[in-house]
C-alpha cells in the first residue's frame, strides 16, 4: 500500500516518466471528439430531413388537393375539355 501513496505524492519515479498512458489518454479523446462529431452531423442530417418532410406536409395541407394544371385548356375539370387536339373549333 505505501507503493501506491508514495506514487500518488512523488515518491516513484517511474510513474512521472511513462507517457504511454497520456498518450492513449490523448487517443482516446480524439476518437471520442471525432465520434462526437460523427454524431452531431448525423443528427443535423436527420434534422434537415424532418424540416423538409414537415415543409412538404405543410404546403401539401395549404393547397388542399388543388393541382397545377399543365394546360389552360381545362381551367374547370368539372365542365372537361372544350376543344379536342388538333382542332381550333370549340365544341358546345
Known amino acids: 500500500m505505501g507503493g501506491v501513496v508514495s506514487s500518488i505524492f512523488g515518491g516513484n519515479k517511474e510513474y512521472k516518466s511513462d507517457n504511454s498512458a497520456r498518450e492513449a489518454a490523448a487517443q482516446q479523446i480524439k476518437m471520442q471528439e471525432a465520434e462526437n462529431a460523427r454524431m452531431k452531423a448525423q443528427n443535423e442530417e436527420e434534422r434537415r430531413l424532418e424540416a423538409e418532410k414537415l415543409a ?9 388537393g388543388s393541382r397545377m394544371l399543365l394546360s389552360e385548356a381545362r381551367l374547370t375539370p368539372e365542365t372537361g375539355l ?6 381550333s373549333e370549340m365544341k358546345s
Open 56 to 64: 412538404a406536409r405543410r404546403s401539401a395541407r395549404l393547397r388542399g
Open 82 to 87: 372544350q376543344q379536342t387536339l388538333g382542332s
